[in-house]
């Protein structure tokens, strides 16, 4: 939606001739969504869970009046544990590899992993 388009909505929301969009909200919904695909799978799960508690608390927060969180906080938040899983899943892979390749973790048929 350009400037333009912004200024109009605004005008004839504020004189009660419209009602708002809620362009906004899906734009923010895309990025929350793209932020929770780039989630690594083992850990993605965990985070749709806490994106659901946070919705459900911005939402319990408008109904009640008082402040919710703004859309910017809750990417902010996805954002951040999208980085942390990315560290986690990424770090522990190039570990595993790392102790592999030095002989130190061997993988023992149906036993698994040891030394």
């Given at each position: 939606m350009g400037s333009f388009a912004r200024a109009l909505e605004d005008f004839f929301?504020?004189?009660?001739?419209?009602?708002?969009?809620?362009?906004?909200?899906?734009?923010a919904?895309?990025?929350?969504?793209?932020?929770?695909?780039a989630v690594p799978e083992p850990l993605r799960q965990a985070v749709v869970a806490f994106n659901?508690?946070?919705?459900r608390a911005?939402?319990?927060?408008?109904?009640a009046g008082t402040r919710p969180r703004s859309n910017h906080t809750l990417e902010t938040a996805l954002a951040t544990l999208?980085?942390?899983?990315v560290f986690l899943v990424v770090g522990v892979q190039v570990?595993?590899?790392?102790?592999?390749?030095?002989?130190?973790?061997?993988?023992?048929?149906?036993?698994?992993w040891g030394p």
């Open positions: 929301t504020l004189h009660h001739l419209a009602l708002p969009t809620d362009q906004a909200e899906r734009l919904a895309g990025r929350r969504q793209r932020r929770i695909e659901a508690s946070r919705m911005q939402d319990r927060a408008r109904r999208r980085d942390l899983a570990n595993v590899r790392h102790l592999v390749r030095r002989n130190v973790l061997r993988f023992r048929g149906g036993g698994g």
